[in-house]
């Protein structure tokens, strides 16, 4: 079975920081996995990607500059460190993965973690 198991979330004060992990089971994925969060009352938005293979990394603009996305093939798992963090960043964050051969940076992703609340206060 197929996992993607998302940590690190929790409240931050802004201008803060936090690493999410999201640690993959049952497989491994060769083109994009990425971030993507959704706010309340918001529909979910893209945040950043890597290339598996290459290690390129994509990045929504309100990431650039802030975040930054790692993977560890060894451990399976792939990283967002969130650093100069704001109040707007609040939301719940999710782990995704594309199971294709192919794609690019924010599409498709087929395969979901259950999320990780991130809180940032003013």
């Known amino acids: 079975q197929v996992q993607l198991v998302e940590s690190g979330g929790g409240l931050v004060q802004a201008g803060g920081s936090l690493r999410l992990s999201c640690a993959v089971s049952g497989r491994t994925f060769r083109t994009f996995m990425g971030w993507f969060r959704q706010a309340p009352g918001k529909e979910r938005e893209f945040v950043a990607a890597?290339?598996?293979?290459?290690?390129?990394?994509f990045y929504a603009d309100s990431a650039k500059g802030r975040f930054t996305i790692s993977r560890d093939n060894a451990k399976n798992t792939v990283y967002l460190q969130m650093n100069k963090m704001a109040p707007e960043d609040t939301a719940v964050y999710y782990c995704?993965?594309?199971?294709?051969?192919?794609?690019?940076?924010?599409?498709?992703?087929?395969?979901w973690g259950q999320g990780t609340q991130v809180t940032v206060s003013s």
């Open positions: 890597i290339n598996i293979r290459s290690a390129s990394t």
């Open positions: 995704a993965a594309n199971s294709r051969d192919w794609g690019s940076p924010r599409t498709p992703y087929d395969t």
